[in-house]
């Protein structure tokens, strides 16, 4: 069984930074692949934010590149997401995504999101 829990969300003014942090646990967990951050505002389909793979290549939206900083630990355990100059479209739930090989398969595992509400 394979958990991503992530938390750091919170309420904040336009133009200040949140730090976002999700980590895996799971005996099963051979090796994994890539964490990613996805979005979802209320009547939006959910988005991909920002990804990372083992050899640290990243990729990001258009909306949040040179604003949102994506890392993790060498074994991918661990992934966080540095947001500065948030705005307002920022307002969504975030959720974290693992890319797991575990001992039955390879598979994408979520965590439940953590709220990132972005007021003027």
């Known amino acids: 069984q394979v958990e991503l829990v992530e938390s750091g969300g919170g309420l904040v003014q336009a133009g200040e930074s949140l730090r976002l942090s999700c980590v895996a646990s799971?005996?099963?967990?051979?090796?994994?692949?890539?964490m990613s951050w996805y979005r979802q505002a209320p009547g939006k389909e959910r988005e991909l934010v920002a990804k990372i793979d083992r050899l640290n290549n990243t990729d990001y939206a258009h909306s949040v590149k040179g604003r949102f900083t994506i890392s993790a630990d060498n074994l991918l355990y661990t992934a966080f997401l540095e947001m500065k100059s948030l705005k307002p479209e920022d307002t969504a739930a975030y959720y974290c995504?693992?890319?797991?090989?575990?001992?039955?398969?390879?598979?994408?595992?979520w965590g439940k999101g953590t709220q990132v509400t972005v007021s003027l």
């Open positions: 995504s693992a890319d797991v090989l575990t001992d039955r398969t390879r598979s994408d595992y």
């Open positions: 799971g005996r099963t967990i051979f090796r994994i692949y890539g």
